[in-house]
T-cell receptor, first 111, second 116 residues
Framework: ELKVEQNPLFLSMQEGKNYTIYCNYSTTSDRLYWYRQDPGKSLESLFVLLSNGAVKQEGRLMASLDTKARLSTLHITAAVHDLSATYFCAATNFGNEKLTFGTGTRLTIIP | DGGITQSPKYLFRKEGQNVTLSCEQNLNHDAMYWYRQDPGQGLRLIYYSQIVNDFQKGDIAEGYSVSREKKESFPLTVTSAQKNPTAFYLC???????????????FGNGTRLTVT
């Protein structure tokens, strides 16, 4: 059974700093997704990572995937308050249509 | 604009009553999903459907039922058998075959159900 773990669960950081959220998954996965959720809102897709070594960047966020280590990272560069949200990673196995989510990382950016 | 519409946004029910949550999409997606979100537990899959008139149980299907009579619609019924129904429910959809290529799930805005 595929399990997805994120850490940290809570992250409070100052504006302008860099930090990384980690997403580990337990079995082989061919697809890794990152989502953002604002309080009381739905989930917004950020990145889809499909292969080992994949790296995608959007603004101050960069996601990468290491399938050998079963690890994906979401790196935040020079954080700004607008990035405060809960970030989820999710994975699925090839041929399996069930997406398994991590428990989320609640990120708070302090001015 | 294409999207997923969930209604109502907030729903209050007495214990022992069945309640149906609506999910409609106009994205022409074949696959639709229902997730439940509880604080600190991420999202858990209740049911999913990849084609009209067919659906599969997810990880926590007990106490829930669904139907898929139309491509656009995937309503979820929370029955009285569900022991802890109070939660935030999210409906999602994606293109044919589910999570194919680089197609992520598109989510609705959710229904917050409170049962007392």
């Amino acid at each position: 059974e595929l399990k997805v773990e994120q850490n940290p669960l809570f992250l409070s950081m100052q504006e302008g700093k860099n930090y990384t959220i980690y997403c580990n998954y337990s079995t082989t996965s061919d697809r890794l997704y990152w989502y953002r959720q604002d309080p009381g809102k739905s989930l917004e897709s950020l990145f889809v990572l499909l292969s080992n070594g994949a790296v995608k960047q959007e603004g101050r966020l960069m996601a990468s995937l290491d399938t050998k280590a079963r690890l994906s990272t979401l790196h935040i560069t020079a954080a700004v308050h607008d990035l405060s949200a809960t970030y989820f990673c999710a994975a699925t196995n090839f041929g399996n249509e069930k997406l398994t989510f991590g428990t989320g990382t609640r990120l708070t950016i302090i001015p | 604009d294409g999207g997923i519409t969930q209604s109502p946004k907030y729903l209050f029910r007495k214990e022992g009553q069945n309640v149906t949550l609506s999910c409609e999409q106009n994205l022409n997606h074949d696959a639709m999903y229902w997730y439940r979100q509880d604080p600190g537990q991420g999202l858990r899959l209740i049911y999913y459907s990849q084609i009209v008139n067919d659906f599969q149980k997810g990880d926590i299907a007990e106490g829930y039922s669904v139907s898929r009579e139309k491509k656009e619609s995937f309503p979820l019924t929370v029955t009285s058998a569900q022991k802890n129904p109070t939660a935030f429910y999210l409906c999602a959809s994606t293109t044919a075959g589910g999570y194919t290529y680089n197609s992520p799930l598109h989510f609705g805005n959710g229904t917050r159900l409170t049962v007392t």
